[in-house]
């Protein structure tokens, strides 16, 4: 059996014993041209991750392996790597990896670009009709071929009895053995970051 990680709901903390954990983060990055009030939000939620985390981390334990969506890279490279790509999220990686965590390479860099090309090419905005299905095969064949090699990197890196940390885009369909504690944080301003990106889809 495995566990679908987009559908993870918020069980107690207390329901949970030994075995390994994974808090999931979903990152949240910012538009070309933020507005102020969006800004606000999105600050107000990365302070609201830390909060959660730390409380979890005090119930629990503190995390041990951290996984950072888009970094091949592990230790002090991915470290900057994370830096250049969130700023935010790497305040949250930063403090933790300060408290003696590890940062784990997560995407295999060949697989990862297959991906992203193939999403490039879909974005452009294809005429013929031939050509978007196969294209778009190639896409949802890179898409599965990366969700399964990500959950294979944490299954292989997670030993038994710690705690890792995700930090990753939601809606990726992940699948995780059923070995692995899935943790989701979800603090109140993302339901008001979800609300304002809806709001500004349906005025454009």
């Not at 538009?31 to 939000?41: M, N």
């Not at 990896?97 to 490039?120: K, N, S, V």
Request: proline share 4%; glycine share 8%.
């Amino acid at each position: 059996m495995s566990q679908d990680l987009g559908k993870i709901e918020k069980p107690a903390v207390e329901g949970f014993g030994a075995g390994r954990k994974l808090y999931f983060v979903p990152l949240v990055f910012y538009p070309q041209e933020p507005e102020s009030g969006f800004l606000e939000i999105v600050n107000r939620y990365w302070e609201q991750v830390e909060a959660h985390l730390s409380n979890l981390e005090g119930k629990l334990d503190s995390v041990k392996r951290i996984y950072h969506e888009l970094v091949p890279l592990g230790g002090e490279d991915g470290a900057k790597v994370i830096e250049e790509l969130n700023k935010d999220s790497y305040r949250i990686v930063k403090g933790r990896l300060d408290r003696g965590a590890e940062l784990q390479p997560l995407e295999d860099e060949e697989i990862l670009t297959e991906f992203m090309d193939w999403g490039r090419c879909l974005a452009v905005g294809l005429q013929n009709e031939k050509v978007f299905t196969m294209v778009f095969e190639f896409y949802v064949e890179a898409q599965k071929q990366r969700n399964d090699q990500l959950a294979k990197s944490i299954d292989e890196t997670l030993a038994d009895g710690e705690i890792g940390m995700l930090l990753m885009r939601e809606g990726h369909q992940i699948q995780f053995p059923s070995g692995i504690q899935v943790f989701y944080v979800a603090p109140p301003s993302l339901d008001e970051i979800k609300r304002w990106v809806r709001a500004r889809e349906q005025k454009q």
